[in-house]
């Protein structure tokens, strides 16, 4: 059985450790765990893990964020991965930094990722794991805020969290999105 999980970022050393490429942090982060690394492929970084019989396509799109559908449409069909075994990591401005939440299915919550995916699958029914970011920024400035880095503060339990979020990854490919979200929600 195959699943794709797809880390949300922009590519450019640019925004490498901004807020807004967090899913981009935990995909790294899940790939050096299981010492693999990632290639440069058609519209993305693509790695492949296996987990208890299970194939995992780590993708990290090279699209930019606004456009990252592009890249999850092409890799389900090239893999012939269903959608609902496909989970998106993304950066979520409405959670406090550190908060996790997966989810089976929802709207797009104002981010553009996410509201790219749901126009080219032409459905909101996927999994998403969102990373809080906090929102401690002035009216006007949420531009400013995704696109900065993470403070000292939050880069020293930044190892715990994206640790955390490994483990969601894998429980929801061995025990589906029910179990993990019953173990890891609201924790």
């Known amino acids: 059985m195959k699943y794709l999980i797809v880390g949300l970022g922009n590519i450019g050393r640019e925004y490498e450790d901004t807020r807004h490429n967090i899913g981009f942090r935990v995909l790294d982060a899940l790939a050096k765990a299981s010492n693999i690394v990632f290639e440069d492929k058609r519209y993305g970084f693509v790695s492949e893990m296996r987990l208890k019989g299970k194939t995992l396509i ?16 092409y890799w389900l069909q090239k893999e012939k991965i269903p959608v609902e075994n496909m989970l998106v990591v993304v950066d979520d401005l409405a959670l406090p930094f550190g908060a996790l939440r997966l989810k089976g299915k929802g709207s797009d919550a104002g981010h553009n990722g996410l509201k790219h995916i749901q126009t080219i699958l032409s459905t909101q029914n996927y999994a998403r794991l969102r990373f809080g970011i906090g929102n ?12 900065s880095e993470f403070s000292e503060e939050e880069e020293q339990v930044m190892p715990e969290r994206l640790e955390i979020c490994c483990e969601m990854i894998k429980t929801f490919c061995l025990s589906g999105i029910q179990v993990a979200m019953n173990q890891y929600n609201n924790k």
């Open 58 to 73: 780590l993708l990290k799109p090279s699209t930019f964020m606004n456009l990252s559908g592009n890249a999850v449409r």
């Open 136 to 147: 401690d920024f002035p009216q006007g400035g949420q531009v400013n805020y995704v696109l």
